[in-house]
């Protein structure tokens, strides 16, 4: 089993910063591919970002430009880098990591932007 856990999360004014970090340990082995997810209230679970092992990265478009996803392989970690958040990111962030046993979830970090 691989075990994830994320950090970062937290209230923040509109147009502010947040960095989420999320750390796998476990039976990790390889990992290939790291992604952040984030559901809203009654909304459905969405991909925000993610980042394969050789660093390619995708974005869904309403955070391009304004969100950066990052790995420290080493450390088994990914990042996320939030600027210029809008209230309409709020939502509970799940980090996801794929290695060759399938996928594993993170138990979700609250990103609450509000003034």
């Known amino acids: 089993q691989v075990q994830l856990v994320e950090s970062g999360g937290g209230l923040v004014q509109p147009g502010g910063s947040l960095r989420l970090s999320c750390a796998a340990s476990g039976s990790v082995f390889v990992i290939y591919t790291m992604a952040w997810y984030r559901q809203a209230p009654g909304k459905q679970r969405e991909l925000v970002a993610a980042i394969t092992s050789l660093g390619t990265t995708n974005y869904t478009d309403s955070v391009k430009d304004r969100f950066t996803i990052s790995r420290d392989n080493a450390a088994n970690t990914v990042y996320l880098q939030m600027n210029r958040l809008k209230p309409e990111d709020t939502a509970v962030y799940y980090c996801?990591?794929?290695?060759?046993?399938?996928?594993?979830w993170g138990q979700g970090t609250q990103v609450t932007v509000s003034s």
């Open positions: 996801n990591v794929e290695n060759r046993r399938g996928y594993f």
